[in-house]
């Protein structure tokens, strides 16, 4: 009984909260290994282009919500969604015809778009601060449980309870859908084809006749879309807070590279590879320990490596890790 209670607890604060925040960075992190693979640059500006795409279905939510206009037992968020991917579609564009587009057709270097996506991010950075302000803000609505804890413990008779949130069942669910559907679409389409080959030899497929025009403006579609459905999706699992976007951008960089840039399948690997670690070194163990070990070895202590205030240094820490002795990731993608 004790181990079963071990295995509740353990997939009540480590498990399912970190498949669902995996779910999360790899859909951000397919942005940028997309990004960095077609467009070949490191896009600084992601973390902030994801506040601005869930500001949008934010601003939507509340619309429809105050027209009383609801999805029931699900968030009103994703009724939402198709209008911050098209707010950030719109953005991304301009922001490309305008800044992005110049320093290509001056064959700047990489690190020059680098800088230049720096300041980009703090263009945004300032434009959702002053539409929506810097505070928390939530936007969840429905049925908050799939499962709660008390019914758990009455269904099993076990005395440790599990809870599985609805936003964290809608964002596994939806990170599953919207990943199938993004590589039938790189890997069925001519579209798709044409990026990927575009992705391995930009030359080649130049004297093909692939338009660049046209791979550059649906990959920043395609990215819009990612990255409003991973920001929607982490606001709904927590809360929205355009900083916290800035913050994730770490977390979502680490995982792109821990999997290999330019590797989709390793983007979605790293992220789950990211969340799990944060999650797993920042648990205090002592409840699962203390159900799993004899009484005599029980420890006295929390058993928590790092404290969660320090979560996003655990990425930075395998971060380096990777770049010194695999910078082309697990999947060998370009090194960084």
Same mark, same amino acid.
Request: aromatic share 12%.
């Given at each position: 009984?004790?181990?079963?209670?071990?295995?509740?607890?353990?997939?009540?604060?480590?498990?399912?909260?970190?498949?669902?925040?995996?779910?999360?960075?790899?859909?951000?992190?397919?942005?940028?290994?997309?990004?960095?693979?077609?467009?070949?640059?490191?896009?600084?500006?992601?973390?902030?282009?994801?506040?601005?795409?869930?500001?949008?279905?934010?601003?939507?939510?509340?619309?429809?919500?105050?027209?009383?206009?609801?999805?029931?037992?699900?968030?009103?968020?994703?009724?939402?969604?198709?209008?911050?991917?098209?707010?950030?579609?719109?953005?991304?564009?301009?922001?490309?015809? /305008? /800044?992005?587009?110049?320093?290509?057709?001056?064959?700047?270097?990489?690190?020059?778009?680098?800088? /230049?996506?720096?300041?980009?991010m703090f263009v945004y950075n300032g434009l959702t601060r002053v539409i929506l302000g810097p505070d928390d803000r939530n936007f969840a609505d429905g049925e908050r449980f799939i499962i709660n804890a008390r019914d758990f413990r009455e269904m099993t008779g076990l005395e440790e309870g599990l809870a599985i949130r609805t936003t964290q069942g809608i964002t596994v669910i939806t990170a599953v859908l919207v990943v199938a559907l993004l590589f039938w679409f790189l890997n069925r389409t001519r579209t798709g084809k044409s990026m990927r080959a575009y992705s391995d030899n930009e030359d080649l497929a130049l004297l093909s006749g692939i338009s660049p025009e046209k791979v550059e403006r649906v990959t920043w579609l395609i990215v819009a879309a990612l990255i409003t459905v991973a920001g929607v999706l982490y606001g709904l699992d927590k809360s929205y807070k355009p900083f916290t976007y800035f913050q994730l951008l770490l977390p979502i960089f680490a995982a792109a590279i821990v999997g290999g840039l330019g590797s989709p399948i390793g983007a979605i690997v790293g992220g789950f590879v990211i969340a799990f670690s944060e999650v797993a070194i920042t648990y205090a163990w002592k409840k699962v320990l203390e159900y799993a070990m004899p009484q005599a070895l029980e420890p006295d202590g929390l058993v928590q490596l790092l404290s969660t205030d320090y979560k996003f240094a655990v990425s930075f820490m395998i971060l380096l890790v990777v770049l010194i002795f695999r910078p082309t990731g697990l999947f060998r993608g370009k090194s960084v």
């Open positions: 009984m004790d181990l079963l209670n071990a295995i509740v607890a353990l997939s009540n604060f480590v498990i399912v909260p970190a498949v669902a925040y995996g779910a999360q960075l790899a859909l951000g992190a397919l942005g940028v290994t997309l990004i960095y693979g077609i467009l070949r640059f490191s896009n600084f500006a992601h973390g902030d282009t994801m506040a601005f795409g869930t500001l949008v279905t934010i601003l939507f939510t509340w619309w429809f919500q105050s027209m009383g206009i609801t999805l029931g037992v699900l968030p009103t968020a994703l009724l939402a969604i198709p209008f911050g991917i098209a707010g950030t579609a719109l953005l991304v564009l301009a922001t490309d015809r /305008v /800044v992005y587009r110049f320093y290509r057709r001056k064959k700047a270097k990489p690190v020059m778009l680098v800088i /230049v996506s720096i300041g980009v």
